[in-house]
């Protein structure tokens, strides 16, 4: 079974200060790993992957297996990154991908001025 | 924007009514999904569709009915054996099948019960 854990349900940070969004992951397999956005009146959208390894809109996430982990971090947080966040597993065996997306619960993150 | 299209944006059903949400997409993608959000639960896979005339149960797919007969068309019918079915409703999809796949999203319909 594959499980995610996202264990804060709203994270409030002041404008420019570091932020991490935390989620844990629980996979026997090889999972990949994304985090999804949802911004005010917006659709729900991809963030960014771990395969990627690329930084999106100043974010950035590695992924530690060992900890089993896939924390979402900004340097210097910004007014606009205020959204709900959502970390998602899929889980693959033999190189193969599952059909499947398991989402956490989400984070509120909110950036004050 | 066009892509993914959800409609209604609101339904209402009264008790023993099934009820049919549409999911349209002019993305040309393969894969096809319906998600449910509750509040502090996240998003919960109900079904998916690799491809067309093909379907697949999510985790939460009791209550619930797809059809795939189309590749745009992805409709969820809510049957009267849900028993909670007041939620928000999402349908997505992707290029490929794979959940390894980035999935764009519909604006969602919410389902309330009269």
């Known amino acids: 079974a594959q499980r995610v854990t996202q264990p804060e349900k709203l994270l409030s940070v002041f404008k420019g200060a570091p932020v991490e969004l935390k989620c844990n992951y629980s996979?026997?397999?090889?999972?990949?790993l994304f985090w999804y956005v949802q911004y005010s009146r917006q659709r729900l959208q991809l963030l960014l992957r771990?395969?990627s390894r690329e930084s999106i809109k100043g974010f950035t996430a590695d992924l530690n297996k060992g900890e089993t982990s896939f924390h979402l971090k900004k340097p210097f947080a910004q007014e606009e990154d205020s959204a709900m966040y959502y970390c998602a597993l899929s889980g693959t065996m033999g190189g193969t991908s599952y059909g499947k997306l398991t989402f956490g619960q989400g984070t509120i993150l909110t950036v004050h001025p | 924007d066009g892509g993914i299209t959800q409609s209604p944006k609101y339904l209402f059903r009264k008790e023993g009514q099934n009820v049919t949400l549409s999911c349209e997409q002019n993305l040309n993608h393969d894969a096809m999904y319906w998600y449910r959000q509750d509040p502090g639960q996240g998003l919960r896979l109900i079904y998916y569709s690799q491809i067309v005339n093909d379907f697949q149960k999510g985790d939460i797919a009791e209550g619930y009915s797809v059809s795939r007969e189309k590749k745009e068309s992805f409709p969820l019918t809510v049957t009267s054996a849900q028993k909670n079915p007041t939620a928000f409703y999402l349908c997505a999809s992707s290029m490929r099948p794979g959940g390894n796949q980035p999935q764009h999203f519909g604006d969602g319909t919410r389902l309330s019960i009269l």
């Open positions: 771990h395969i």
């Open positions: 996979y026997s397999g090889s999972p990949e």
